[in-house]
């Protein structure tokens, strides 16, 4: 069972901010300070707690109770990480639609300048700004440092969009930006991979264009705490978010592209370039595991 929203909420907004959540009275208060605080006055902010066991509710109750735009919902059991992400975005009803992690700050003019882009052109699909990632120092303290993401892309054709996001993409700041929520509805979200919003990113590439704000707005904590990438198992354990990619599941989102392609609304000749490209990421996919099989059985012989 999941518990119904602590707030009542009817008229739809031009941009709602989704919120998944599991244990996150560390920088959750921060977080969402820095959502309502920003120029965009239509907007709600959907928050899904995964059965926090620390102070989340209690800190997420007292703004829901305090700002209507908040909308709180408490899963009774934790439905999973990459269900919970999905869960914000079904509850959504506004025009755009934004993730937001319980770590992360917005930065003065994000929200609005993110929703000019799209409310102006309507082949865009994904507005973001630039990202400053927030790293452990030497001595523990928090040091800042920008990230160029390179995703700004306005190819015409989506095979091209499709490509260039895949080659370029490296930590997946830009899932974080403003997302038209029309497009958005026409992939299949985040299914439950490690990967899978890459998958999901690419796919939106392929109906319609990612604009760059050249301001970084963006300030995403980017340690052992909170990415995936750098936490030790116990840590993953602990804030229960899956680590890794087996070869297997590999496969399975590999698989999935192709998929999605097929389904997309374009033109049967861009399928075909796509699908072009992801057989030679296949091929360098297959030699990459041949290579480390090998290494595997050269090490164990010595």
């Not at 029309?182 to 319609?208: C, N, Q, V």
């Amino acid at each position: 069972m999941i518990e119904q929203p602590s707030s009542n909420h009817s008229a739809a907004p031009v941009l709602s901010v989704g919120l998944p959540v599991y244990n996150g009275e560390k920088w959750i208060a921060e977080a969402i300070d820095s959502i309502l605080v920003q120029n965009v006055e239509d907007l709600e902010l959907i928050i899904s707690d995964n059965a926090s066991t620390d102070r989340t509710e209690s800190i997420c109750r007292a703004v829901a109770a305090r700002d209507s735009r908040v909308r709180y919902y408490r899963n009774n059991t934790n439905i999973g990480l990459y269900r919970n992400f999905d869960r914000v975005f079904e509850l959504a009803t506004g025009k755009y639609f934004k993730w937001a992690a319980d770590s992360d700050i917005c930065l003065e003019g994000f929200f609005e300048k993110c929703v000019a882009v799209l409310d102006a052109r309507d082949d865009v699909v994904l507005a973001y700004p630039r990202t400053l990632l927030l790293l452990w120092g030497p001595d523990g303290e928090e040091v800042v440092s920008e990230y160029i993401n390179n995703l700004n892309i306005e190819d015409d054709r989506p095979s091209d969009r499709f490509r260039k996001y895949l080659d370029r993409e490296r930590i997946n700041n830009v899932m974080h930006g403003v997302i038209r929520a029309s497009a958005l509805r026409k992939t299949s979200l985040i299914r439950p991979l490690p990967g899978s919003d890459i998958s999901m990113i690419a796919e939106l590439s392929l109906l319609g264009k990612f604009i760059e704000i050249p301001e970084p707005l963006f300030a995403r904590r980017f340690d052992p705490e909170t990415s995936s990438m750098l936490m030790n198992t116990s840590t993953a354990s602990t804030r229960k978010v899956p680590l890794g990619r087996t070869f297997m599941q590999r496969l399975d989102l590999h698989a999935y592209r192709f998929l999605s392609t097929f389904r997309a609304p374009i033109d049967f000749s861009e399928k075909l370039k796509v699908w072009l490209y992801l057989l030679n990421r296949a091929t360098s996919i297959r030699h990459q595991v041949y290579n480390k099989l090998m290494r595997l059985l050269m090490f164990r012989k010595k």
